[in-house]
């Protein structure tokens, strides 16, 4: 069963719609409707690509990381955005604190409302 704050693996595409890598995604919300369409956005070790107003840094040190199922500090990539089928999650990691998530849907509700 897929929750909201998981953290699934799944192979992001680049923007250009080619291929991407196996990597971890955080699940936002569940598309309203008869299909299983999830929001999730990608997750990435290369924290130096962190936006200081916009995503969202989970460290080894963070109440959470253990939770979470990622190897190593790691940058939520709000700004890295897609609606996807359920069925092509390969696995899921962990999940993160339901107050970390309430606070990347805030950021991205103040983004999108600016």
């Given at each position: 069963m897929i929750l909201e704050g998981d953290i699934i693996l799944f192979r992001f595409p680049h923007t250009d719609m080619t291929q991407g890598k196996l990597r971890p995604a955080l699940v936002l919300k569940k598309l309203?409707?008869?299909f299983n369409d999830w929001l999730i956005?990608?997750?990435?070790?290369?924290?130096?690509?962190y936006h200081t107003e916009f995503?969202?840094?989970?460290?080894?040190?963070?109440?959470d990381?253990?939770?979470?199922?990622?190897?190593?500090?790691?940058?939520?990539?709000?700004c890295?955005?897609?609606?996807?089928?359920?069925?092509?999650?390969?696995?899921?990691l962990g999940?993160?604190?339901s107050q970390r998530l309430k606070?990347?849907?805030?950021?991205?509700?103040?983004?999108?409302?600016?």
């Open positions: 309203p409707g008869q956005c990608m997750i990435s070790s290369r924290t130096h690509l995503d969202e840094v989970i460290t080894t040190a963070s109440n990381f253990t939770e979470s199922g990622l190897k190593t500090s790691s940058v939520i990539r709000i890295r955005i897609a609606v996807v089928e359920g069925e092509i999650f390969v696995g899921k999940a993160i604190s606070k990347i849907k805030t950021k991205l509700s103040k983004w999108i409302m600016s």
